[in-house]
T-cell receptor, first 112, second 113 residues
Framework: GDSVTQMEGPVTLSEEAFLTINCTYTATGYPSLFWYVQYPGEGLQLLLKATKADDKGSNKGFEATYRKETTSFHLEKGSVQVSDSAVYFCALNEAAGNKLTFGGGTRVLVKP | NAGVTQTPKFRVLKTGQSMTLLCAQDMNHEYMYWYRQDPGMGLRLIHYSVGEGTTAKGEVPDGYNVSRLKKQNFLLGLESAAPSQTSVYFC????????????FGQGTRLTVV
């Protein structure tokens, strides 16, 4: 079946550092790809998405590009803030049942 | 502007007890989902529903049952709780249209002792 693999955390950074979280996927079809973010004590919320190859999703300074040739969807931000401390989940959307398959999550801690 | 609401937020059960988790959404979404979140394992789908009166199994359905009697509600039941069911449970809903986002509740932290 479809699967998502993302780098394990925690990732600890200083404010204004560059952040990258790797995500690769395995899928039989042509999935849509998502990044969700979970702030402490909250549910998941959509950060960005890309629906086809070479699409770039962006939001709140974060970016990710759908790379079909490398089956990847790496998340990047050029200058992180303390408020970016959260758990980030990469996910793909399976057409049948419109179900999301998640990676294991990456905890990011940004220190002032 | 409630979105997806889960009840309760916290619960401690003894092994063998039963309980029901309630999920309610006010966005008129067709699809609803129950996930469990365990450290290092991301979210795994337990059961889901593609419309009122329908349910289907996800990746980890054993030990759980669900019902979708009303479009806005999706109930998750544990008939005989086990320590392995200690987890954080998330409900989500979506329109069912491909590529659209799912909206998540704030989660229920369940501990089975």
């Amino acid at each position: 079946g479809d699967s998502v693999t993302q780098m394990e955390g925690p990732v600890t950074l200083s404010e204004e550092a560059f952040l990258t979280i790797n995500c690769t996927y395995t899928a039989t079809g042509y999935p849509s790809l998502f990044w969700y973010v979970q702030y402490p004590g909250e549910g998941l919320q959509l950060l960005l998405k890309a629906t086809k190859a070479d699409d770039k999703g962006s939001n709140k300074g974060f970016e990710a590009t759908y790379r079909k040739e490398t089956t990847s969807f790496h998340l990047e931000k050029g200058s992180v803030q303390v408020s970016d401390s959260a758990v980030y989940f990469c996910a793909l959307n399976e057409a049948a049942g419109n179900k999301l398959t998640f990676g294991g999550g990456t905890r990011v801690l940004v220190k002032p | 502007n409630a979105g997806v609401t889960q009840t309760p937020k916290f619960r401690v059960l003894k092994t063998g007890q039963s309980m029901t988790l309630l999920c309610a959404q006010d966005m008129n979404h067709e699809y609803m989902y129950w996930y469990r979140q365990d450290p290092g394992m991301g979210l795994r789908l337990i059961h889901y529903s593609v419309g009122e009166g329908t349910t289907a199994k996800g990746e980890v359905p054993d030990g759980y049952n669900v019902s979708r009697l009303k479009k806005q509600n999706f109930l998750l039941g544990l008939e005989s709780a086990a320590p392995s069911q200690t987890s954080v449970y998330f409900c989500a809903s979506s329109t069912g249209v491909r590529n659209t986002e799912a909206f998540f509740g704030q989660g229920t932290r369940l501990t089975v002792v």
